[in-house]
Every structure is written in C-alpha cells, then in structure tokens.
C-alpha cells in the first residue's frame, strides 16, 4: 500500500498520470475524499511558514496551458449539480472542485441523472447551477480535453456568487 505522502512523490514525478486519473473519474470527490488535499499538495509550494499557490502547470497539455494563460486575472466559472427535494443544495458547492466556464455545460451536468436514486439512497429530483467568480491564480488546473472547459479550483476559496434552480432539459 503506497502512504499518501510516497503518493504525492509518484503523482509529482508523472503530473499527467495525475490529470489523467482526475479526468477518468466521474465523480472524484466521492470516490475519493483525498482530491482536494491531494491537489493542495501536488499544486502548492511551501515558501517558509506558508504556502505560496500556484497553477499545476505540469498537469495541463500545453494547448490547456495557453488557454489558461488566456485567461482573464478574474474567471466567471459554474458548477452543476441535482439536489434531493427539501435539502439546501449550497453544501454540496462547498467541496465540489470540478468547474466550467461554460454555464450550459454546466446546466447540462445538473441534470444528468436527475430523478436518479443515487450512492445515499436519496432521490436527486433538483437541478442547480452555481457561480462563482475566482482569481486566476485559485485555478489548480484547466482541462480541455473532454470539450467541458473544466477548471479545477480549490474548494477552500470559493465564494459562491448566486445559485439558481434550473429547468430540466
């Protein structure tokens, strides 16, 4: 069994082994509540007493890094998700890390499997989409590759603009 400190050390040493991992996981936070700590890790630098943060460049094909340089210094992002009637969705937008900045994509991810019984044994019968506005620098990673525009960002600084229940589509 590899410890998670000898796992970063691996993923550090083949950063697109570890977007390729991210990519090919549906539903990364479920299936592994590590994500986050594991992205902090892989894309934060200590510098002293506190850590300096910076994009995973090494993760990111080189086109994915053009088009994060391209980036405005402050990116309008959006978060989809289906939500069990009677519950507030804004706690399932406090660990999500898997955005868009493209709003109908992310309509589209909210109601994917709407009306599904899911992992919690709950029906998911809402549809939800979430913005937030970041600084650049909050992007761990932006992935082109699935046509979803996804940027990866760090769940401990995201400020949710507005959330909206969407129609079903």
Known sequence: MIDEESSIDYWRTDPRAFADAWLHD????????DWPSDWSDMCCQLNGDTYEYQVCRAVMT???QNLYNALP???TAWRGINFPTGEDPAVAFDYGMSWTLDRERAVRFANRF???YKHDGRRYDRAF???TKVHKSAIYALFSCRGESEVVLDPEVLAICNIQEVAMV
Not at 26 to 33: F, G, H
């Open 62 to 64: 080189e086109e994915e």
């Open 26 to 33: 549906d539903s990364p936070y479920w299936n592994n509540p």
């Open 73 to 75: 210094e402050i990116v």
């Open 114 to 116: 709407l009306g599904v």
């Open 129 to 131: 989409v979430a913005e």
